[in-house]
């Protein structure tokens, strides 16, 4: 079809109309009979089939009856009017019943007229009822494009109520393409769709908005799907691609000083396999000429700063300042804390920046910074202030990557005239197809393998009735010497209802053990106190640490043994997880005990059942996968994958698979889409570059 056709404005399709248009423009984001035809039904109803009747069974969904209205009446109930009309057909009566829009539908009824109904049918004191049924007068039925299956659009009730129905969007779109005489550009070529045995688009187009069968209905899915999958697979893999060639890094060929005597001298242990592998790759990339963009995968606890730290020793090797940026206040203090530690031996010179940094104290860095003085500096979103400007940064470490967004990312990038190394490194594991379709612009390295003596933690479940006996279990290992988390749900840091639940607890702990000191963390302290519960804790001071979850990430207290989670049931499993990770740091065995009421949901006794028999990040990265979709996936909420069109990562995984194949085939023997046969591709390709960005997906 003309490419100007589905450029045209969506107010000059027939049926439309400058109001429908608004509603259409600012709901559901169709400017464009283009944007009409992708927008896509989420599902499909079987309208094949039409029922008597005498044949409903108490409560059917989605029935189609044939018949007519013999008489309407309105009915007082407690709260308001119905309207109620009879409806017969040849077997039998029913009613149809109306709690809202009386008014209109009572003068719009038509009586003794066949119409075709179509709903959900209750049973109630001995007749069946439909509640607001569609319906259609069987003289329009017969004229409309009638297909098997019977699509639905997604709708919102803004759409609703400017009567847009369900019936209207589907009655554009047939307009739509009639206008376009139902022929459509193809957007894969001919190679491809003969290879992966794919249905053209125009016939994919028609079967996904009016499909002929299951059968086709289900071939139009997965063209459709494939091409999504495809171009954004495509998009991502050619900028990596590009990446490589174009943004210069700046080049470490040497491992000096800081790095070889730290290796040599100050190492406090042996470094894992994995370890060493990271550190390598990490040094490959650091010596190549390009820009590194290296996401760190590791499990908690299997040592990710001591490959941050050589990293970093890395980049002052070759005269270059570092900095590691961490989510929290609490964290960037141990970080510090950490690597001052490391480094006690060195005269590497460590600041620490935060929001809570004194101004004096923020001049004083600001000005090493710019000359040179600071080796390293550590903080939180405070080093990406306009004010901090280093004298050359060379690497920038971000941990739990998730906090910080690819613009985020990009800011660092403008303080100098070359992009530093950027390494990322985070604790959630993401299965690996989807950390390639998140962040394709990224490579992997994954750190597979604990520190050698870790006993695995182990995990129970136990209901809030048995509270007594874990208190005494409790007691019994602070009298072994350990500490204890107890940790409470805050899923929003402003809900009340959390913070007092919080203290509740606090109370009866307190109550329960006036023998132990106690530190409370929670996130609407401020940073002082809470520095100074954690520190408290860190040092021994206290036995026992009640927070929410702002000690999920990161926090290393070695000596702690026991991890209370309250209202298990209530946290994610890779906030389990995270939680789970404080503890097993140590020599000694460690416990985890989740609590929960005994009223659970499926999900939640898989989650918890999950967390008691795995202690694999990976694996729990894979259940909590399926039973959340990627929409919630740590990290990925923003990250807008829910933006595609009709594939589903995580259902469509396959596919996925099978399309990121074949994008790499394709680039790698035409990387510029320059060959005759990838003409269409060509012509796809720049038209959706123009459109969107690849950040419309990933950032
Ligand atoms: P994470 O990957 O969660 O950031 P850390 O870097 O905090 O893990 O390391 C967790 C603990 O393990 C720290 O106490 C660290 O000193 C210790 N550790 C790291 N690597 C090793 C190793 N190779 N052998 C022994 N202990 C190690
Ligand atoms: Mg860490």
New binding site residues.
Partial sequence: MNANLLQTPIDYLKGVGPSRAKVLKTELGIQTYGDLLNFFPNRYLDKTRFYKINELQRNSADVQIVGKITHIKSVEQKRGKRLVADFVDSTGKMELVWFRGQKWIRENLKINTPYVIFGKTNWFNGVFSMPHPEMELVEDYKKQLRTAMQPVYPSTEKLAKAGISNRVINKITQQLFLEAKGRFFESLSEEILQEFKLISKSEALFNIHFPKSQELLAKAQFRLKFEELFYIQLQLIRKNLLHKKKIKGYVFEKVGENFTNFYNEHL?????GA?KRVIKEIRNDLGSGAQMNRLLQ???????????LMSMFIALDNDFQACLMAPTEILSVQHYN?LIDLCKELNTSIEILTGSTKTSKRREIHEKLENGEIDILIGTHALLEDKVQFKNLGLAVI?EQHRFGVAQRARLWKKNDLPPHILV?T?TPIPRTLAMSLYGDLDISV?DEL???RKPIKTVHRYDANRLKVFAFIREEIKKGRQVYIVYPLIQESETMDYKDLMDGYESIAREFPEFQISIVHGQMKAEAKDYEMDRFVSGETQIMVATTVIEV?V?V?NASVMIIESAERFGLSQLHQLR?RVG?GAEQSFCILMTGHKLSEDSKTRLQTMTTTNDGFEIAEVDLKLRGPGDLMGTQQSGVLNLQIADIVKDNDILKTARHLAIKVLKEDPNLQLEKNKVLHHTFAQISRKKTIWNYIS
């Fill in positions: 406090p242990f042996d470094l894992t370890q590791g499990d908690v606890g299997s040592g990710k700063t001591i490959v941050a950490g941990d490194m604790a750190i520190p050698p003596g990161g290393n070695p990770g740091r």
